[in-house]
């Protein structure tokens, strides 16, 4: 079974770049048709899906998001990671990384616990 972890600082400030890694285990992230993703929920509000990255290294993120993501890989360490620069208070959130095995979500059937991120100075 695939599982997900994710892993980064908790206390970010202001302006600063917000960067988060995605550990999976059991699974390969160059298996083709696997998406991987990232997406965030501020608290009290709904999930908003931030990016992603296919199995084949391509991306793809939420347009119109201020502080701008990157998203990229590395398959030696089964690991994907998340970059947000500039960032803001209103980035605080609780960050999630998820599997869909077959594209784009939001089928995403494999999630990491999720780790709460804090934009504070």
């Known amino acids: 079974q695939v599982q997900l972890q994710e892993s980064g600082p908790g206390l970010v400030k202001p302006s600063?770049?917000?960067?988060?890694?995605?550990?999976v285990s059991?699974?390969?992230?160059?298996?083709?048709?696997n998406y991987w993703s990232w997406i965030r929920?501020?608290?009290?509000?709904g999930l908003e899906w931030i990016g992603a990255i296919s199995y084949d290294g391509t991306t793809y993120y939420r347009p119109s998001?201020?502080?701008?993501?990157?998203?990229?890989?590395?398959?030696?360490?089964?690991q994907f990671s998340l970059q947000l620069s500039s960032v803001a208070p209103e980035d605080t959130?609780?960050?999630?990384?998820?599997?869909?095995p077959g594209g784009l979500g939001p089928?995403?059937?494999?999630?990491?616990?999720?780790?709460?991120v804090t934009v504070s100075s």
Do not use: E
Not at 65 to 78: A, E, F, G, M, V
């Open 93 to 100: 959130a609780v960050y999630y990384c998820a599997r869909d």
């Open 26 to 33: 059991g699974g390969s992230i160059t298996t083709t048709k």
């Open 41 to 45: 929920q501020p608290s009290g509000k």
């Open 16 to 23: 600063q770049t917000l960067s988060l890694t995605c550990t």
């Open 65 to 78: 998001l201020k502080s701008h993501p990157s998203i990229s890989r590395d398959p030696s360490k089964n």
């Open 107 to 116: 089928n995403w059937g494999s999630w990491g616990q999720g780790t709460r």
